[in-house]
C-alpha cells in the first residue's frame, strides 16, 4: 500500500540516451511534483501538475518532459540524457499545492 | 536563487542533547513552513509544519519556533537520539512558489 512510489529505482544509462521515469501515487492528491536532488543533497523543484496541468514549471532544460496521464500519475521524459543529469529525481504529492507534500523513494539514475 | 537559507551545513550533537536548525526565508507570500527528514536512501519526509500565524508548534521531541517579523524558522530537537541521524531540509511554500533549503546533516553521537 505505498503511497508514492516510482519506478525504476535505479537506472543506469548512456550519454546520448532517453529514458524514463514513472511514478504514481494511491493518496487520492490533485498536485504531483517531480524534484532533483543532487550529489550535495540539494533538493530542487523541476515540475509540478495540478489535476493534469502544469502549473510549476522551473528553470528546467527541456530535454526534461513531463507527463501526467491522469491526477495519479505523473511521469518524466529525459531526452538526451548528459553526465549532469546524474542525480536522484523525487517525485511527490500533494493535496494542495505546496503543502504537506509526500514524496517516493526515489530513482538514482547514473548517466555514463 | 535561494530564497531559503538553512544553516548549519552540518550540526553534531550528543544523545540527549538538543539540536537546533535554523532557516530564514525572503519571500513574505510564504505561508507554509514545513521541516522533512530524509534517512539515506530514501525520500525526504514530512516531519512537521507551521503556519505563520503561530510562533510555536511542538509535536513530541520536535519542536518549530517562528518569527515572522525576523522571517526565520528553526528546527529544535530535544533529547536527540542516534535514530534522528538523518538530513532535515526546511522549506517555505506560499501558492505555486516552493523553496528548499540546502538541508543540514545531523549527527547524533550515542
Known amino acids: 500500500d505505498t503511497a508514492v512510489s516510482q519506478t525504476p529505482k535505479y537506472l543506469v544509462t548512456q550519454m546520448g540516451n532517453d529514458k524514463s521515469i514513472k511514478c504514481e501515487q494511491n493518496?487520492?492528491?490533485?498536485?504531483m511534483y517531480w524534484y532533483k536532488q543532487d550529489s550535495k543533497k540539494f533538493l530542487k523543484i523541476m515540475f509540478s501538475y495540478n489535476n493534469k496541468e502544469l502549473i510549476i514549471n522551473e528553470t528546467v532544460p527541456n530535454r526534461f518532459s513531463p507527463k501526467s496521464p491522469d491526477k495519479a500519475h505523473l511521469n518524466l521524459h529525459i531526452n538526451s540524457l548528459e553526465l549532469g543529469d546524474s542525480a536522484v529525481y523525487f517525485c511527490?504529492?500533494?493535496?494542495?499545492?505546496?503543502?504537506?507534500?509526500?514524496f517516493g523513494p526515489g530513482t538514482r539514475l547514473t548517466v555514463t | 536563487q535561494q530564497q531559503v537559507k538553512q544553516s548549519p551545513q552540518s550540526l553534531i550533537v550528543q544523545k540527549g542533547g538538543i539540536s537546533i536548525i535554523n532557516c530564514a526565508y525572503e519571500n513574505t507570500a510564504f505561508d507554509y513552513f514545513p521541516w522533512y527528514q530524509q534517512f539515506p536512501g530514501k525520500g525526504p519526509a514530512l516531519l512537521i509544519a507551521?503556519?505563520?500565524?503561530?510562533s510555536e508548534k511542538k509535536e513530541g521531541r520536535f519542536t518549530i519556533s517562528f518569527n515572522k517579523s525576523a522571517k526565520q524558522f528553526s528546527l529544535h530537537i530535544m533529547d536527540s537520539q542516534p535514530g534522528d541521524s538523518a538530513t532535515y531540509f526546511c522549506a517555505a511554500s506560499g501558492g505555486n512558489d516552493m523553496r528548499f533549503g540546502a538541508g543540514t546533516r545531523l549527527t547524533v553521537k550515542p
Open positions: 507551521i503556519r505563520p500565524d503561530v
Open positions: 493518496l487520492g492528491h490533485d498536485t
Open positions: 511527490a504529492s500533494s493535496r494542495v499545492t505546496g503543502y504537506e507534500q509526500y
